[in-house]
């Protein structure tokens, strides 16, 4: 008996053994954990570094974005060539959309990436004190470049809020908090007068040293916040804050209630509820800080080169890009085997006639010249630049414009429905067989836009004077619009010129010189201009090529898509139906 | 056991002595279907005292003493039979039939066994041996409507990858993890190592279902329990077993398509309905005259590819050997089986290459499991098992979904082969991926070949602690399962088939051939690529002591385990498991049952601090028929116990099998500064779904009510049981949260899912005469529903997944085929307010009754892409447009929610019969792409029901379309109810018929011989047939082009000697 005792105790011994042996594993370590990305060890802030790297990645890239298209193609300047009711950019341009309609991304549904990047940040901000990264500011020797990093962070937060704010409105405000699922996020819409001050007073808090001085310092620095993407920020989300559809604002009036839950949006969370024209006085000298840096200048090598040669004067502020000719292969014009594109983008007639002729007058002024057999001569050179009309070269080709032609083959392939092909950022491939690789970094913020910022909100706020006025011919000088006799550029003399008339100008100048940049959209909303051009037809060219051409101007949308539609709802996008459905202090917007 | 003893002792003391002795001598072999059986009781028919037990070759000698010239037989499992001795009194073979409904049946349960009629929880058993001839490779598939509350799905029927899916009462979890817990002799099991084991080393499975059987397992044992215990030696004179097997494989559906004539006329059908002007159409009518007459066998060809290409019948066969035997010291089992299925396609390998491209699969088992006594108390045990299995398949495409896909095989896009010889490639306006015909891939496109390895080792002890008090022991075991799985793919050269060997075009006009423009002229050098090495390893430590001891009328038993495991596989981290157990139970008379199980066991999957649980349940029971009262009132009844039971069990199949507690950083996101180009971005790093540290398992509170009952002598056998069990903290990802979170949400436990029904099974068993026959039902029925999953409110009600149950597919719910009328209609309306209109303006109606139609039919020009004939969906929303809010829930889940079995026997001396109908209702069956869709698929007999004008009223078919996938009608794009079958099927699941010859005719040593025929899926009803030509198991929501499922007869010889 004991003999067994004695087998037993060994075998109960072994498992006992082989237990004790055996280490939990607590848990997994192929993964990164939080004290990694900032890790008090590591000097060169390489993990931390790539965490901010992230966070910049959270801005959007313009080009086709929106399902496939540029948002503008959601504007009168152009429309989707797959124009459908389940096409994205087309539903935005003809109100065929509601809050549930648009997932996450789609649409111009930005708020999930937006809120991501807010968070993001404030990670990046709440942690990035413990890594002692040695390197240092380069014109500030005594200052760690982590505090720069960490301003740049600051700087992509108040950013994202912009994008959010100029979209929906008065947006909740997080500060530095970190949430966790825990936490009440339940959160209610902070006013828009909240979101305004927030965003500009973070900007002023970062604007000084401890942030990259523009110009950048070195050229593995481009592409970096510097105090003047700070100082352009500010600048524009104050000319915002001084626009008619939020400086003042009735939208709750005009969109009246809609469907959705909880509809009873607060005036003071879509705008100010009181106008107040020192606004724009605010606004104007904000641009001015921008220009005053002195550090910019328009791209005296043409309007092409500012979007593809990096770095070049005029840049304030970029989203990266790839290196490639993907503009090229989603919106060229068809037809070339060698090249192939999907001509995703008709830009309308409608935006090829706001370019002025080469005199700078319009073109139904009738000491402009314009001759309606020859359409695109002695034109804006602006306009050869933003879009491809019939004869045009590229790549090794004039271009096929007309009915049958190349580029519009009419064979069931995809191709334009207006007769135009979008050409803006696309590099130099007239002479070539095939599409070369360039820049295709997203411009932000840039000088151009500075200085028409500047002179909108001067015009509001004094009237036409020297300065704004000197504007509108600095940027005409610089498109190659001809001086004139007057060296007036076209425009109306400063001596007769009025503020409206002066704005008119602005702003068809804005549309011109900003085409495709994702600024026309957010434009005819905070103008409160939308229905003179969202309810005009979508005009597109129909070429007859038969010995001779012959221009047929018609309609392009669909007409299952309703024009004269824009609804005053529109003025701002709906919160995601989810966040409403989800948060019970958070309020739709007027009419969603 | 003792109390039986007692019993008799009484008896014998009681017995009249005064008795006459016949003195006759009876000799004979007591046996089962299977063969001779060792332990049976012989004795005479009133007097209990002369009995005998037989040896190891199932002999029995017995000298009768009374007059009754009768004996009994007994043996536990099996019907109690009696049998007249006549004019033959020696070597007289008695078999035995099967009853798993006796009193004194025992089910292994949870490291020891239990009687049925003193069981408190709810689990089903079944001998091995009532399974053993059914002719499949799959221990899993023979289960199948044997069991009360299992379910099971076989979705393919390819050689080694034909193992059914199964549940235990269902699903309950919204997580892929409903799969039961899988033990072999107490070892952890995964469904792969299951489906390898050979059903001729099983001695009995069980399944436990509530909450009283399975808390013992605490954390892994909310989804039920699948037991399976191996065969052990007996004492006596080694005992050999040979059984050889031969059957043929063919599909339960063999699926019908168009020829060419057929096809060429629907093509036109459809280009008509599309518009195409009649000179335009592809197929002209002297191509169609062409195909009709087969005129033109090489320019208008008519390949029949699926006779082609398949076989009727193909082979399979089934060998095995075990000997078994022992003595006092060592008692063996030691097994050899070898298995191999032939697969469905013809050869069209190079004869003189010996790459066999046809699907095969061969295992190999070999099992030896020893008991040795070591001493008076001390037993050992070592168990070691491998098993081999090859298997085989096709290297380029699979043959069956070729065979479905029109852009690929339709039957004029090439001929057989070339009337040079050479291999054809697909030439039509269809295939204009030329791509090689199928025999030529099949010849030259290689294979992939997978080995796999098991290896098993059990070594273990028992330690009878009598000493310290009766009936106490203590086991330790040691266990170790691994398998590893290796496989390797070859081709030639390029793995583009198109490119890969020379297939040439003839043109039957000139005369000439045209070799593929792509492909080389000579086939390239064949080569292996590509390489899997999967492996898991599954190390176990057990340490329990049993506890069974009677006081007077008091019983107790009682289980303390200590266990430990470990499983490494080949990509993920360790899993540790670690638990203690504690099962005590207690009988009063065998009359008032009392169990209370219990467990504290934990893993690693959790953080620390959430990592053990504890998980109780009781079970109670309440025999009436040992009430005077009862038996007074309802002597017929045996047995009549109510049972009862209830607790909670855990799940810890985490989603994805991470750790989700933990928060996670990951890399991703390039981005780069600097004018260099091109750019050289850095990967960025991001935060990752958020952790949640409070993580824990899922929870299932199990309540069970049943009842047993045997009657008419036992003859008639009932047990049937009710439960509704609660799975609750479910790992969900919370709907409700914002997005100003700005992250991923954590998993969180809070999904809640009921799941409530019935199983059960009535038993008959008596004899006409000599004929024996029985008669078992078995039904079992399982309903789950969605409670609580935090879903995002949807924006209709229609859409809500809450109160549905778990897969519930959601589809639009048809209404008609459109008129021409409504066409119009529909037209009128958008062309008037556009297709975005509102229907209110300003509070009036401005639409009335518009016609809903689907979002995309409004593209251009109005609704150009909608027609007559299209199908009609209701737009539950009323809003004018079609989409996906228009979608409610339709029909069932894929897994059943009922299924029932019923077993016929009948048995007249040597010769025996045993049929199983087997089958499922209440599930729903759709089939996509390439299964049913026109231009996807080849054309079927269905399409030539599709809608023209002409047909309007009694069409069973959308209309034809060459783009059919991108409109409405597609099931794949537009699932609705009029392509979701609510389906059921009855099958002839097994048969077995069979012959034991007498022993006495039986030559040399042999002592048993048994011929039998058997088959599996031998007939196949259901209620699909007229739409989908797929068999009734086949995965939905797939183009169903699975390997089918295999119906087999088989004939086999069972020899013992």
Known sequence: MMKNYKIILLLVGAVSLVTACKKYETFPIAQITIDRVFDPRDSLGTNAYAFLENVYATMLNGHNRVGGDYLDAATDDAVSSAASSSNQVTQLSTDAYNSGTFADGAGDNVWANYYSGIRQANIFIANIGVVPVEATLPKHPGISMKYAWKNEARFLRAYFYFELVKRYGGVPLLGDKVYNVTDNLALPRNTFSDCINYIVSECNAIKGDSILQAPYASTANYGRVTNAAVLALKAKVLLYAASPLFNGTTLVKDAGTGQGPRNTTNAAIVGYPSADPNRWQLAASAAQDVINLGVFSLDQNGFQDIFLTQNNPELIFIRQGDNGYNVESNNGPIGFPSAVSKGVTSPTQNLVNAFPMISGLNINDPNGHYNPDSPYARRDPRLLYTVFVNGQQWLNTNLQLYQGGQSIPNSGVQQTISGYYLHKFMGHSEALNSYAAHSEDWVIFRYAEMLLDYAEAENEAVGPNAADYQVLKTIRGRAGIAAGSDGNYGIQSLSSITQDSLRSAIHNERRIEFAFEEQRFFDLRRWKVAPAYMDQQRLGLQLISNGQLTYNYVPILPAIFKINSFTPKQYLQPIPYGEVVKNPQMQQNPGW | ?1057
């Open chain 2, 1 to 1057: 056991m003792r109390k039986i003893i007692l019993f008799f002792l009484v008896i014998i003391t009681m017995l009249p002595a005064a008795l006459y002795a016949q003195g006759i001598t009876v000799t004979g072999t007591i046996k089962d279907v299977e063969g001779v059986l060792p332990g049976a009781t012989v004795y005479e028919k009133g007097i209990p005292s002369n009995l005998v037990i037989t040896g190891s070759t199932g002999k029995f000698k017995l000298t009768l003493k009374g007059q009754s010239n009768t004996l009994v037989i007994t043996f536990i499992g099996y019907s109690t039979q009696e049998f007249h001795v006549g004019a033959r009194k020696n070597d007289l073979d008695i078999i035995l039939q099967p009853n798993a409904e006796g009193l004194d049946e025992v089910a292994v349960v949870g490291f020891t066994k239990s009687k049925r009629v003193t069981s408190t929880g709810a689990v089903s058993s079944i001998q091995a041996a009532e399974i053993r001839t059914v002719p499949t490779a799959n221990v899993q598939n023979a289960l199948a409507g044997r069991l009360p509350g299992f379910f099971s799905q076989q979705t393919s029927g390819q050689p080694g990858k034909d193992a059914s899916d199964f549940f235990i009462r269902g699903v309950s979890s919204l997580n892929a993890s409903n799969q039961p817990l899988i033990l072999v002799d107490d070892i952890e099991y995964t469904y792969d190592q299951l489906q390898q084991i050979n059903v001729n080393e099983i001695e009995s499975i069980s399944i436990l279902k509530d909450a009283s059987s399975t808390a013992i397992y605490g954390i892994k044992g909310a989804n039920g329990v699948l037991i399976v215990t191996t065969r052990r030696g007996k004492k006596g004179a080694p005992q050999f077993n040979l059984r050889v097997e031969g059957g043929l494989q063919s599909p339960t559906k063999v699926p019908k398509f168009l020829n060419s004539y057929q096809s060429a006329t629907l093509v036109d059908e459809a280009e008509t309905n599309d518009g195409v002007a009649p000179d335009a159409l592809t197929f002209q009518p002297s191509d169609l005259a062409a195909f009709k007459n087969n005129s033109d066998p090489y320019g208008h060809p008519n390949t029949d590819w699926y006779n082609e290409i398949f076989r009727k019948y193909t082979y399979q066969a089934n060998t095995n050997l075990d000997i078994s035997g022992g003595n006092d010291r060592v008692k063996y089992f030691i097994s050899g089986g070898a298995f191999t299925q032939n697969g469905n396609t013809k050869n069209f390998n190079d004869p003189q290459d010996l790459v066999n491209t046809n699907y095969y699969f061969t295992r190999y088992d070999f099992r030896s499991n020893l008991d040795l006594k070591a001493n008076k108390t001390l037993d050992l045990r070592l168990d070691v098992t491998t098993r081999f299995g090859d298997l085989n398949t096709p290297g380029l495409n699979t043959p069956i979904s070729t065979i479905y896909d029109f852009k690929t095989e339709n039957p004029f896009s090439a001929p057989f082969i070339n009337p040079n010889g050479t291999y054809a490639y697909n030439n039509s306006v269809f295939n204009t991926s030329k791509e090689p015909t199928l025999n030529a891939q099949l010849a030259n496109g290689g294979y992939q070949h997978n080995r796999r390895t098991d290896f098993n080792v059990l070594i273990g002890g028992v330690q009878n602690l009598s000493s310290i008090t009766d009936g106490l022991t203590l086991t330790a075991r040691v266990a170790f399962a691994s398998s590893e799985d290796y496989g390797i793919h070859t081709t030639y050269l390029a793995g583009n088939p198109n490119v890969t060997f020379p297939t040439y075009y003839y043109n039957s006009a000139t005369k000439t051939y045209t070799k593929n423009p792509a492909a080389p002229y000579v086939v390239q050098q064949f080569q292996i690529f590509g390489g899997t090495d999967l492996y898991t390893n599954n190390t176990n430590i057990q340490l329990f002591s049993n506890y069974d001891r009677t006081f007077g009328d008091n019983h107790f038993t009682g289980l303390f385990l200590v266990n430990q495991q470990e499983i490494n596989d080949q990509a993920s981290a360790p899993q540790n498991y670690r638990g203690l157990s504690l099962k005590v139970g207690y009988d009063y008379k065998q009359k008032y049952l009392l169990e209370v199980n219990s467990a504290y066991n934990g893993t690693d999957r959790f953080a620390a601090g959430h990592q053990f649980g504890f998980f109780p349940a009781f079970g109670a029971g309440y025999v009436l028929s040992k009430e005077k009262f009862f038996k007074d009132a309802l002597p017929t009844f045996s047995l009549f116990k109510l049972r009862f039971s209830y607790g909670v069990v855990g799940s810890d199949g985490a989603p994805g099998n991470q750790y989700i507690y933990q928060q996670t950083y990951n890399q991703g996101g390039l981005y780069g500064f600097g004018e260099t180009a091109p750019q050289t971005p850095i990967t960025g790093i991001f935060e990752g779904t958020l952790g949640n540290p409070d993580v824990v398992w899922e929870r299932d509170r199990k309540a069970d009510l049943g009842v047993d009952m045997n009657l008419l002598h036992d003859k008639l056998s009932v047990t049937f049981d009710v439960f509704h069990d609660l799975r609750y903290d479910e790992f969900i990802i919370p709907g409700a949260i914002p997005e100003v979170l700005g992250v991923g949400v954590p998993y969180i436990n809070a999904g809640r899912v009921s799941n409530h029904g019935y199983d059960g099974q009535i038993s008959y068993h008596d004899n006409i005469g000599k004929v024996q026959y029985n008669a078992s039902l078995v039904i079992s029925y399982a309903k789950n529903k969605i409670l609580y999953e935090e879903e995002t409110q949807p924006a209709y009600p229609n859409l809500a997944r809450t109160g549905n149950p778990i897969n519930q597919p959601f589809g639009y719910h048809f209404l008609n085929y459109y008129t021409q009328a409504q066409i119009n209609q529909a037209t009128a309306y958008i062309n008037k307010y556009g297709s975005n209109a509102p229907l209110l303006q300003n509070g009036k109606v401005i639409a009335s009754d518009p016609i809903g139609v689907p979002a995309y039919a409004d593209s251009q020009n109005g609704i150009t892409t909608l027609h007559a004939g299209d199908l009609r969906y209701a737009d539950l929303n009323g809003d004018g447009v079609i989409d996906a809010n228009d979608q409610k829930a339709i029909g069932y889940p894929n897994l059943p929610n009922t299924s029932a079995g019923l077993t016929l026997g009948a048995a007249y001396k040597g010769f025996s019969i045993s049929v199983l109908f087997q089958g499922s209702w209440n599930y729903s069956v759709i089939i996509t792409g390439n299964g049913i869709e026109p231009f996807e698929s080849q054309f079927q007999p269905i399409d030539l029901k599709a809608w023209t004008p002409a047909t309007a009223a009694t069409a069973q078919f959308p209309r034809l379309s060459t783009n059919f996938s991108g409109t409405v009608d597609s099931p794949s794009g537009y699932p609705s109810d009029y392509w979701y079958i609510n389906a059921w099927y009855l099958r002839v699941k097994t048969i077995d018929i069979g012959y034991q010859l007498p022993t006495k005719l039986l030559p040399f040593h042999v002592n048993n011989a048994r011929i039998y025929f058997s088959a599996y899926n031998l007939f196949t009803w259901d209620n699909f047939s007229n739409k989908y030509q797929q068999d009734p198991e086949v995965a939905s929501n797939t183009a169903g082009d699975q390997y089918i499922n295999a119906r087999v007869i088989n004939l086999g010889v069972q020899l013992g000697f």
